[in-house]
């Protein structure tokens, strides 16, 4: 997507006079840009402050008398030394499609006396372009630029990217809910954001929301055509009379039934009435043709006939009576291709009688530019909060697009068929003192991580480790704990996790890294072991905890303990049902107590019969 130019349609400030205020289709925002408190304007309207919607800061108009809204005269702006070269609105928004109007000055607020340049993007798209110089009237006097866009995710992220040193700026925001189908969306498609080239209404001033009491359920402001007429032919306007005009405010683009109350057409029969709308080439255009045949004198088809010719090129033949009858509004609209030439000629060339026009619209068709893809976008919103990224970063809106400007710091992305992807993340000596978000394990196509030489805490998240990770660089920060095993799955080539507060066994296929021609540094990190040149790791423990070796060694002594608990249960149990008396009988006892008395007398004769024997004495004994 290349750069618009700052050709877009822009409306200047003009001073209104109070209006009631209109209902719009369905939600809208009215933000003050460095406004500090919410108000309601002399128009009735509600404005918000916008202090909840962004960062920034905040400046205000160097001759704030010449501006008559209190929106018009605040304004923010992005320094990108303090707030990096992108930052961004993210205003909560349902699914669907959307019409968005800022408007931007400069009018010196900063007395540096030089315009700034940058660039604008909704929802990741690029659609404005500011190069300085900008033209002195609006600089000055700030200028209105307006579109339409879809959105999917529940958010409209508006985004500033600075060009050079520049700070962008920005005096206020509207946002207003529009028909789904609006605009040909069924059939041209709604992946585009239509950016104003020219809304015109024929006949009559300026008029819209904010700007006089008519009411435009999508919030449109509708300019007067006198600018981009060719001066050369003379025209002459058309007013219904005070007639009411039928089929204006329909479905699905309800056009504003003031719209077809005015016309103009030539004062010289023959003559053709032409259009000329700068434009940026090489992009699609949808051009918009509002009619309503409301001069009386016209009530037969075939009284007014006109052809349209496109850049020359004759497209459509319009007969209004014919089409809706009188005094009934009648659209047609066109897609003109690839244009290659500026400016766009829009041409009413007569067939019969003077051509007639009450309005005329001409959006650029800007493709919506690829997105980040949901889950690594909503991943890298988690690290930004895990981190603790510092607003100088630019951290805002989608990491990767537009893809025509840099992404966030230190972020690489590549284009894929489903999206765009996050690749590398360089955010080594940066200061950060957060932790590693678990979410990190969405990047599946991070290839490169570097988060050195932080204050970084916590342990690893278990999913670090994706295939597709070749360099890792967590050097010089406080991460505690474990080194998760994942890490050997990955295809690693340079892992440095020096000086950190790792400990435990380190991964086999961790460390084979530097076994196969890679780099692995683990010094510094005092609890790590398991490898060679590291201490060996403790028999029973490992990691802070239980090692595998250490559980099967208290698993066996548990099985040893309860199999001689559960043998002495047995043994019990069988005491208690045989209840044996082991006690001998009396009788026994009896005997072997006489038995023992006889034992003893003769022993004691013998003793004594011994004794005699020794004195001289023949022992006698009485035979029986």
């Known amino acids: 997507m290349f750069p618009l130019l700052l050709q877009l349609f822009l409306f200047p400030f003009i001073a209104s006079a109070a209006s009631p205020s209109r209902s719009s289709y369905g939600l809208s925002y009215s933000i003050d840009c460095g406004g500090i408190s919410n108000f309601t304007s002399d128009l009735n309207r509600q404005w918000l402050s916008d202090r909840y919607f962004t960062g920034g800061a905040i400046g205000t108009v160097a001759e704030p008398q010449h501006f008559t809204q209190p929106q018009e005269r605040t304004l923010r702006f992005f320094p990108p030394n303090s707030f990096g070269k992108k930052s961004c609105y993210s205003i909560p928004v349902p699914p669907g499609r959307f019409y968005l109007r800022t408007f931007t000055v400069y009018d010196n607020y900063d007395s540096k006396m030089r315009n700034p340049s940058f660039d604008v993007s909704i929802e990741g798209t690029l659609v404005f372009s500011w190069r300085s110089p900008w033209p002195e009237p609006v600089a000055r006097s700030g200028a209105y630029a307006d579109l339409f866009f879809p959105a999917a995710d529940g958010s409209a992220d508006l985004c500033f990217y600075s060009i050079a040193t520049d700070p962008p700026v920005v005096a206020s925001i509207e946002i207003f809910q529009i ?85 103009v057409t030539v004062e010289q029969p023959g003559v053709g009435l032409e259009y000329l709308l700068q434009v940026d080439t090489r992009l699609d255009y949808m051009v918009w043709f509002h009619f309503a045949e409301i001069d009386s004198s016209i009530n037969a088809a075939g009284q007014r006939v006109f052809n349209i010719l496109i850049n020359g090129k004759n497209v459509a033949s319009i007969d209004i009576f014919k089409a809706v009858g009188g005094f009934a509004a009648f659209d047609w609209h066109y897609i003109a291709k ?139 920060n406080q991460f505690t704990g474990s080194i998760p095993e994942s890490l050997g799955s990955s295809n690693l080539q340079l892992v440095l996790l020096n000086d950190n507060e790792l400990e435990g066994q380190v991964p086999e296929k961790l460390y084979s890294v ?111």
């Not at 006198?226 to 405010?249: C, E, I, N, T």
């Not at 400016?343 to 997105?371: F, H, R, T, W």
């Not at 480790?465 to 660089?473: A, E, F, H, I, P």
């Not at 559980?551 to 001689?564: D, Q, R, T, Y």
């Open 514 to 624: 530097g076994v196969h021609g890679g780099v692995i540094d683990l010094s510094g990190n005092n609890g790590l072991c398991g490898v060679p040149s590291l201490p060996a790791c403790p028999f029973f423990w490992d990691k802070r905890k239980l090692s595998t070796r250490g559980k099967i060694a208290i698993g066996l002594s548990c099985g040893v303990v309860i199999s001689i608990l559960l043998l002495l249960y047995v043994v019990c149990i069988k005491r208690g049902r045989n209840d044996y008396d082991f006690g001998p009988p009396q009788d026994l006892l009896s005997s072997a107590i006489a038995s023992k008395r006889n034992k003893y007398q003769r022993q004691k004769m013998l003793l004594e019969m011994e004794s005699q024997h020794s004195d001289g004495y023949v022992a006698r004994v009485n035979p029986h």
């Open 179 to 263: 028909d789904s189908l609006a605009y040909d969306a069924a059939t041209a498609g709604s992946d585009f954001v239509l950016v104003n080239y020219g809304r015109l209404s024929c006949g009559s001033a300026l008029f819209g929301p904010g700007f006089t009491n008519h009411s435009d359920l999508f919030g449109r402001v509708w300019q007067s055509d006198a600018d981009f007429r060719d001066p050369k032919v003379k025209v002459k306007a058309l007013s219904s009379g005070g007639r009411k005009v039928l089929g204006g405010a329909h479905a699905p683009n309800y056009f504003p039934p003031q719209l077809y109350l005015t016309a």
């Open 338 to 476: 690839n244009l290659t030439t500026s400016p766009l000629s829009l041409k009413l060339v007569p067939v019969v009688g003077q051509p007639v026009i009450c309005g005329l619209e001409n959006y650029a068709m800007v493709p919506l530019d690829l997105a980040s893809l949901p889950g690594q976008a909503s991943a890298m919103r988690a690290l930004k909060e895990s981190l603790r990224i510092p607003d100088r970063m630019g951290w805002n809106g989608d990491p990767c697009a537009p893809t025509t400007w840099d992404a966030w710091e230190g972020v690489t992305c590549h284009r894929t068929e489903e999206g765009l992807v996050i690749t590398q993340l360089d955010l080594g000596s940066q200061g950060l003192k957060g932790y590693v978000s678990d979410q990190i394990s969405q990047l599946s196509n991070l290839v490169s991580l570097n988060l050195s030489s932080n204050s970084l805490k916590g342990e690893l998240p278990s999913g670090l480790g994706q295939k597709s990770l070749t360099k890792l660089d967590l050097s010089g």
